[in-house]
Every structure is written in C-alpha cells, then in structure tokens.
C-alpha cells in the first residue's frame, strides 16, 4: 500500500493543513482509499465512483473571493 501527504488538503476534524495522507493499494482494484490525519489521527474512507467521492477543501478549491483589488498608486516623498 502506498502512502502519499495530500497537499493543501485541511482535516475536517482538527482543521489541521497539509497532515491528511492517504493511502492507496497497490493492486488498484480496491473500491476504497484511506485517509487519515497525522496531527488528530481522524480516519476516513473513500470511495473510488464519482458517486461517492468527497472533494476535501483545499488552498486551491476553496470558496472565498480571492479577486485582487485595484489600489490607486500614492506618490512617496523622501527627504
């Protein structure tokens, strides 16, 4: 069984970032994936159908606006 860290990924028990691992089989028959947290050690399995995969919040899905703002420039006098 491979054991890989998750990048980005947030646990959704303690909130921890980048501890949540998974483990993969290796004969990739196995309908089911193993993710646990090293900081909190919460455990949770995954289904492989599209029907039963959860997508975990990451620094790149998540929901908020991150849309930079436009800043009018300011003229800085040094004396």
């Given amino acids: 069984m491979k054991v890989r860290f998750i990048a980005g990924i947030v646990c959704p028990k303690c909130g921890a970032q980048d501890s949540v691992r998974i483990h993969i089989p290796e004969d990739g028959e196995a309908d089911e994936q193993l993710r646990d947290c090293v900081t909190c050690g919460h455990e949770e399995r ?20 991150t849309a930079v703002q436009e800043v009018e420039p300011q003229v800085l006098k040094l004396q």
Avoid: D, K, L, P
């Avoid at 492989?48 to 998540?62: G, I």
């Fill in 46 to 65: 995954i289904g492989q159908s599209a029907a039963t995969r959860q997508e975990m919040t990451t620094r790149v899905n998540h929901t908020e606006s």
